[in-house]
């Protein structure tokens, strides 16, 4: 499965992420290793350009030198990072799972990072077309899934450090949030402009995760590729 889990901060990704990575390996036959053996890539964006888990021994190093670089050179990494993984030792791969990727790069480059505004060099907003229109090529059964919150859930979360399976993780985030309804709105419009056409949302607003994961598990089932489904029945006549 080829599958990008994106949306504003505080909305539950990694959360959803974790047990969606478990169902899939139920469904296919392979053990589920929990993070940092995860199959989500979530290193998109900054500070964070290493995974929520593992790499400890130069995430804090990592984390805090990226910050040092001008606009200019970070724009030049985070561009690597997005194209790197439409690469075939990645796109060959059986399943490819990717944590906000472009669609949070579209969002919050022009927003925090200082560059990638409309009309500037390397424009984040036509970049993320631009990039899809080459996934589409790679990988045609890519699936976008923009999970979400209100803007209040968001703000109550951010107050609510227990609540995530990654508290470090929003520790150094540039989202504020008395930004939360602009930065959902933007997502929410990066996913209505995407070129794929595989897509659907997720609100967990007010909802555990095993009921999300109950409504993942049921949306997704019209975008499983054949080849994905014979693995899924190679496993189950075991």
Not at 12 to 32: A, M, P, S, Y
Not at 77 to 96: A, I, M, S, V
Not at 125 to 144: H, T
Not at 153 to 179: C, W
Request: aromatic share 10%; hydrophobic share 35%.
């Amino acid at each position: 499965m080829k599958l990008i889990l994106a949306g504003c901060e505080y909305a539950g990704k990694h959360t959803l992420g974790i047990e969606i990575n478990r169902w899939w390996c139920d469904q296919v036959g392979e053990k589920f290793q929990p993070p940092p053996a995860s199959h989500f890539h979530d290193h998109f964006v900054l500070p964070h350009i290493v995974h929520a888990e593992g790499h400890e021994h130069h995430k804090k190093l990592s984390e805090s030198q990226i910050l040092t670089l001008n606009p200019h050179l970070l724009e030049h990494y985070q561009r690597y990072q997005l194209f790197n993984k439409l690469t075939p030792g990645y796109c060959d791969e059986d399943d490819l799972f990717l944590m906000d990727y472009h669609i949070g790069e579209a969002v919050y480059a022009p927003m925090y990072y200082e560059y990638g505004k409309p009309g500037m060099y390397a424009d984040r907003r036509k970049m993320a077309r631009n990039l899809e229109v080459q996934m589409l090529k790679l990988i045609p059964d890519v699936i976008l899934v923009l999970v979400k919150a209100t803007a209040d859930t968001i703000r109550e979360r951010m107050g609510d450090v227990d609540s995530t399976p990654f508290p470090g993780r929003h520790a150094g985030t540039f989202f504020k949030g008395e930004d939360a309804e602009v930065v959902l709105e933007r997502y929410e419009e990066e996913f209505e402009n995407s070129h794929i056409r595989k897509k659907f949302v997720i609100d967990t607003t007010n909802i555990s995760v095993h009921e999300n994961l109950k409504e993942f598990a049921t949306e997704i089932k019209p975008f499983i590729n054949p080849q994905d489904w014979a693995r899924i029945a190679g496993h189950k006549a075991l």
